[in-house]
């Protein structure tokens, strides 16, 4: 089964028909992470339409500022998600420097809930790269799956010892740094994503709506990168994510859904 683990299914508007409908026939496991409270509840929604869906709450940094004051009321959020995403630091494209303490100030929350919680992690890590290796740590997080990783290649390997797993999304297709980051990734820490609809719109600068099929794009450069077959990246991805969530009890079904 393919995996897409990192997908904004919420942003699809008019076009999530169509995109339910692809996931569906290629049969791509789909974590839906959450952008923010009203994104978490459509989620919710969206996950009730297709068992290939898993949608997880998070505050991504870009929304942090507004949280930040307010955390006890998403501990209902938190607890009722079967894992933790889209959260993290962006210090890199926010330019708002102002809202940096509001978005180390609500990681943190939701690390040390994850870290209570035995929850998977989905990060976002822009130019926070090494401090938030560094709150895995401090809060014994195990499970983390830093997306579209493109920091300094000293913290990847850091990362990659700590045993977090890195999705690889669309930019693979046109960063020459991002193949090199895909290279680094050893075989059994590899995952892929899609970051839609929006990520090859921001990467080409066009009105390009991705599509989930597109991570079958990603599969074919990850295989020529790797010199390996398609088939066989697909299904070391999908081994990787079955021992991701394997012996969780949030994602039982998830799971028995992932081994048939
Ligand atoms: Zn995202």
Redesign the pocket.
Known sequence: MLIDA?V?LDKYGALLDRALKEINEQQIFTVA?AMDVPSYLELQKIGERSELVLPIFGI?PRRAADYADRLPELSRHIETSPAIG?IGLDLHWVKDATTYPAQRKVLEYFIAAAGEQNKFVNL?TKAGEKEILDLLVKYDVRRAII??YSGPMDVLTAMIDFGCYFTIGVEVLYSGYIKEIAKAVPDHLLLTET?NPGALKWLKKNEEIGMPAVVNDVIAALATLRQATPEKIESLVHTNFCRLIANDPWLKSAHALLSR
């Open positions: 990192h904004h992470t991504h889209e976002h997306h579209w970051d």
